[in-house]
């Protein structure tokens, strides 16, 4: 399993919320396990994603779909997101 970090800022974070949870089933079908959501504690508009993945190729190719900039447009996303994809392992 590998992880996969989204760092992004949303103009209002109630309606990013409700697109992101109706987006669910595509991450779900495209590989993805679930994750974990935080919120900036000064900044509620400022989101971070850590998704669980199944397969590094399945979960670049899910980021990379042009549909997803179509979703995140939707969902009021104020700019590029940064994504991390899990590289290794470290040691505790």
């Known amino acids: 399993m590998i992880h996969v970090l989204v760092r992004h800022k949303v103009m209002e974070y109630s309606k990013w919320k409700e697109v992101f949870d109706e987006h669910a089933n595509l991450r779900k079908m495209a590989g993805s396990k679930g ?3 935080f919120r900036n ?4 508009n ?3 994603i850590l998704l669980e993945w199944d397969d590094m190729t ?3 190719k899910f980021f990379e779909a042009e549909d997803l900039n179509q979703v995140m447009e939707r969902a009021g996303v104020l700019d590029k997101p940064d ?4 590289v290794e392992k ?3």
């Open 35 to 37: 994750g974990r959501l």
């Open 41 to 44: 504690e000064k900044n509620s």
């Open 46 to 48: 400022d989101v971070a």
């Open 58 to 60: 399945r979960a670049r």
């Open 83 to 86: 994504i991390f994809f899990e």
């Open 90 to 92: 470290v040691a505790v």
